[in-house]
């Protein structure tokens, strides 16, 4: 076993004298260029447990004493006592750029590694998957590289350092924060480690060193090669090969012969061009996302093969057509997402299994497009975006919120910026999935990105470039270093405005709307609505698909972290266990619950958002019901309607639910054409709606045959009445007759007592903020107008033959409001007839309607009305109208802090039972917003995390007459004027009955 190598006391690192924590201009020392040579096959691991110690500061002296870490991982998910911390914008550390703070905690990993005997003559390079925030290189105590970038891999040359059939130790030193930590300054936890793998190849002296590839809609394939040989001079006669599917590749001699001709060609660089044309190539698209299996060759002169590399090829073009964005000549939407790199158990170290959970989840749902927000993210997924179909906005390592003007005409940053982009583009180059380049976020503007720019522009002209710092100073600006108006947030209706001023220029695709923080997204198919309907606009990425919670012991607080899996499971944590946001691990400078702001919970559990999104993006679609049949659409861009099958299901109010098998027509994208109507519509039973169920009709990568695809709906019939006056006439007969004097009760403080019923009737307008309500500021309001604490007070009880009318008054702060409710008996119940009277102060509050509470063991929900999943006026009313029946506990999704959860919109009646099936049935007058849940909208609010939430045993019943939208003002616009509650006065009513 070798010794361990210590900095002895007066021993000088050089990589240390350096210091290259504070020094922006080195980017990296001793580091290998970039490629996209596929080296996996014959590497060898070096993931495991290294030997591990934690400095307290880079140049603090090493210890004798280790204990272990994992790799790939991050450190501060591994027992260290340096914890994950939060911060959106702000640095977690005071000094400016480029300077680190003299705390800075220092991993110094270590293990020996035995390489192969056989490996003796070869090339040998480590790689190191990705460390945050600088990586120090030696090898038996030698300095070897240093590398910066947390999010590419770093490579580098030790063939002259190690002993093939002999052992060597590696040690990595990682830097937690350094100048670089700057424009690493993306909205996520600090941590620090090795958080990608690394390996260990070899490869001959001889050997591809690059593999440039580039596939045409239209079947042309060229494919360029550079070469190198590690002894300085290529040889004589080296060549290259290739082949696609088993069919070779032809080597470009135009291109050989002008090389040859402009005297371009090296004795120490080789390039050869390839190519191939592909007859009737299947072409790539998110939705067709064909590929070839490229080998690409080199041989030396005898023909034997020195090097290989494989790719999967997809023959597409992306290219701006006037202000649209076209793949293949099409103008496709993106309904794309923001996705970082996150686990709550590992951090930012994910297998390529979770990648490809995340990306077969977002298939599911209808998302098309991701951002690798705000980096590069792990190889694996550009891989798997190619396979399963995703256009990827790649984006480099760059932001540098904190300090972002400063940095981003700072000449010593200038270095970084250019080797940032350009690595990314070097690593990524050969993928289909990626169709632009995104130089960064939030790092405000300057000569650091053009230069970035015009670096990406030479080497890869094949692709637009983005970057919303540029294209927030115009989005019509041709002189700026974006080809799209990539804004994040905008007005929907100033979208709508630019794309109909006749001055757009750049195709209007936002880089981040619809910010998903808790109980969010509300207007979302408005905006996909607009972006349908108005040439020019072409959509967006949702931020963001991810809620970071870090899984966490409630006891010491501690994150789980590997070990961890188990302990949580649809959304929610094991006892004794919570989801982590900023601030749990005893940060002092932290942004809280900011961090979980996706569309699926920290264990990848869709968000009902996800729901809605999936009907949002539905590929076939119910346009009309007519006389002759159901007009049906194909609103995709590439392909028919073969891959789905579907079933038709008609659900009246009456409570019938009919179904029958679909034959879906033969249509081209955007085509169009009527159906028969399958079902003789009955001639009585109210309301009644037509459902096309839609499935997967045969096994997808990413779904298996018959899994849910959308679930389009038309209204067949309207109800015939208002409701409250039909379900009186069906069931209650001649009121006067069957009136039961005992079955209504209503104390002298005008209350009522039913046996079911726990707690009264009352008047509520309050709702537990949501994350918008807090950040965008109606809670603070609601809060001084006193909405949460208004004290009632009766007026008068009058009983007038069988009804009582009950006139009360709510006062808050600044204002009072009237509320009047009449009881009436009715066969079997009582019909509650309300009215309240908002005065002019009261402009947008939460919601206007009653809350009561029942008995405990009525624990299923049964509804005709918008469902299954959570809707509010603004977000998820489109769900298909139906009956849907959800035990009461599954209503309620546990956002990572508490708040109003678990409504329903559209509601006509619901059933509350028991498993005998007594219980209580409430009719509505109207479609109404309903929420029921075992919290008081007070447990809610008093709560900080799901955790401290204590389920009451009877249920909390909310029926609103008027319930606020949840908008996005937490980042972003907030809802939209008409789905706020207006002041003057609200009318609504319901009938109880027993089971
Ligand atoms: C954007 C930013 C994201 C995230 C989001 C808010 O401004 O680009 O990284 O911070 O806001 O959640
Ligand atoms: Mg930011």
């Known amino acids: 076993m070798n010794a361990h190598t210590t900095n002895g006391p007066g021993a000088v690192d050089p990589l240390l004298a350096l210091r290259p924590w504070e020094a922006p201009e080195v980017t990296s020392w001793g580091r290998l260029p970039m490629n996209a040579v596929d080296r996996r096959s014959g590497c060898l691991s070096l993931d495991g447990d290294w030997r591990f110690q934690l400095l ?13 870490a994992h790799v790939p991982g991050a450190w501060t998910l591994q027992g260290t006592d340096d914890l994950p911390q939060y911060t959106n914008i702000r640095m977690p550390f005071a000094e400016f750029p480029p300077g680190s703070p003299a705390t800075n905690p220092t991993g110094v990993y270590e293990r020996s590694v035995d390489v192969p005997a056989e490996w003796a003559g070869r090339r040998i390079v480590l790689q190191v998957g990705a460390a945050e925030s600088v990586l120090l290189v030696h090898v038996d105590g030698r300095p070897v590289g240093i590398s910066k970038d947390s999010h590419l891999a770093a490579e580098f040359e030790l063939t002259d350092l190690v002993r093939p059939g002999g052992r060597t130790l590696v040690r990595l030193t990682v830097v937690k924060w350094s100048d670089a930590s700057h424009i690493e300054d993306q909205d996520q936890w600090w941590h620090g480690g090795i958080t990608r793998s690394v390996l260990l190849y070899a490869t001959d002296p001889l050997r591809l060193a690059d593999v440039t590839v580039r596939a045409r809609r239209d079947g042309q394939l060229r494919v360029d090669c550079q070469v190198r040989d590690a002894r300085g001079a290529l040889p004589e006669g080296w060549s290259v090969s290739g082949d696609l ?96 790199d996150f686990h709550p158990l590992t951090g930012r170290t994910v ?245 979980a702001d996706g569309i699926v919970f920290p ?121 409250a006056t039909a379900m009186a006439t069906a069931t209650d007969g001649a009121e006067a007759e069957s009136f039961d004097a005992g079955s209504v009760e209503v104390d002298d403080d005008g209350l009522l007592s039913h046996p079911l019923l726990t707690v009264a009737p009352t008047l509520s307008l309050w709702r537990a903020p949501t994350d918008n309500d807090e950040l965008g500021g109606a809670a603070l309001r609601w809060r001084a107008w006193g909405l949460d604490s208004m004290v009632r007070k009766v007026v008068s009880v009058h009983r007038d033959g069988p009804g009582v009318t009950v006139l009360a008054e709510y006062a808050g702060a600044i204002a009072a409001v009237r509320h009047r409710q009449v009881f009436t008996p009715v066969e079997g119940g009582v019909r509650v007839e309300e009215w309240a009277e908002l005065p002019d102060d009261l402009h947008d509050v939460a919601r206007v309607g009653s809350v009561f509470e029942t008995v405990p063991g009525l624990d299923l929900l049964e509804w005709f009305g918008q469902g299954p999943w959570e809707s509010y006026p603004d977000r998820g009313a489109g769900a298909p109208v139906g009956h849907h029946s959800v035990p009461v506990d599954a209503l309620f999704t546990p956002y990572l802090r508490p708040q109003e959860s678990g409504g329903r919109h559209g509601v006509r009646r619901f059933t509350l039972s028991a498993p005998d099936a007594t219980g209580l049935t409430v009719a509505l007058d109207e479609p109404r917003q309903v929420c029921v849940t075992r919290y008081r909208a007070a447990d809610l609010t008093a709560a900080t995390h799901h955790d401290e939430l204590v389920p009451r045993p009877g249920c909390v019943v909310h029926i609103d007459a008027a319930h606020r939208g949840l908008g996005t003002a937490s980042c972003g616009p907030d809802t939209f004027p008409s789905y706020l509650v207006a002041p003057g006065v609200h009318r609504w009513s319901w009938t109880l009955r027993v089971l």
């Open 351 to 595: 297998s390529q299994d979770d990648m490809r959970a995340d990306l077969v989840l977002l298939k599911r749902f209808g998302f098309n497009a991701i951002r690798t927000a705000h980096y590069p993210n792990d190889p694996a997924l550009y891989e798997l975006a190619d396979e399963l179909g995703f256009y990827v906005v790649d984006e480099a390592d760059i932001e540098s919120h904190d300090h972002a003007h400063e940095i981003a005409d700072d000449p010593r940053y200038l270095g970084a910026f250019v080797d940032r982009v350009s690595r990314m583009v070097l690593r990524d180059k050969n993928h289909p999935s990626v169709i632009i380049w995104s130089l960064g976020n939030e790092s405000d503007y300057g000569a650091n990105h053009d230069a970035a720019a015009g670096w990406v522009r030479r080497h890869d002209p094949t692709r637009p470039v983005q970057y919303e710092g540029a294209a927030k100073r115009g989005w019509a600006d041709p002189d700026l270093a974006s080809d799209i108006a990539c804004p994040m947030y905008a007005p929907l209706e100033d979208c709508v405005a630019h794309a109909l001023s006749g001055e757009q220029t750049k195709p209007l695709i936002q880089c981040e709307y619809s910010h998903a923080l808790g109980n969010s997204n509300g207007t979302l198919a408005d905006h996909w609505a607009a972006i349908e309907a108005t040439p020019g606009l072409q959509g967006g990425f949702i931020w963001e698909f991810w809620d970071h919670g870090i899984l966490q012991r409630v006891n010491d607080g501690r994150p789980v972290g590997r070990g961890g899996a188990g302990l949580y499971d649809n959304g929610v944590t094991a006892p004794g266990h919570r989801w982590a946001y900023g601030g749990d691990f005893g940060e002092t400078i932290h942004d809280g619950a900011f961090i």
């Open 56 to 68: 307290p500061a880079p140049d603090a002296p090493v210890g004798g004493e280790w204990s272990s």
């Open 245 to 340: 599917d088993g069919h070779p590749l032809t080597r470009d001699r135009e291109f050989d012969r002008v090389n040859a001709e402009e005297e371009r060609v090296s004795d120490f660089l080789g390039e050869a061009r390839l190519r191939a044309t592909v007859p009737e190539v299947r072409t790539w698209t998110a939705e067709t996302p064909e590929l070839y299996d490229l080998t690409v060759r080199l041989h030396r002169a005898d023909g034997t093969v020195a090097d290989t590399s494989r790719h999967r090829v997809g023959f597409r073009d992306v290219e701006i057509v006037g202000r649209d964005l076209l793949v293949n000549g099409e103008r496709v939407f993106i309904r794309g997402v923001n996705r970082h």
């Open 603 to 723: 264990d990848r559990t869709p968000k009902p958002v996800m729901y809605e999104h999936r009907e949002i993006a539905a590929p076939v679609r119910i346009d009309c019901f007519r006389h002759e049949g159901v007009v049906l659409s194909n609103h995709q861009h590439f392909r028919g309607l073969d891959w789905l099958s579907a079933e038709w299901e008609l659900s009246s109010a009456d409570g019938r639910t009919l179904t029958a098998r679909a034959e879906l027509p033969d249509l081209r994208p955007g085509g169009t054409a009527a159906v028969p109507m399958p079902f003789e519509l009955p001639e009585s039973g109210g309301e009644a709606w037509l459902t096309l169920r839609v499935t997967t009709a045969e096994d997808l990568p990413w779904a298996p045959r018959g899994t849910e695809v959308c679930a389009p709906q038309v209204r067949l019939r309207a109800a015939e009445r208002p409701l």
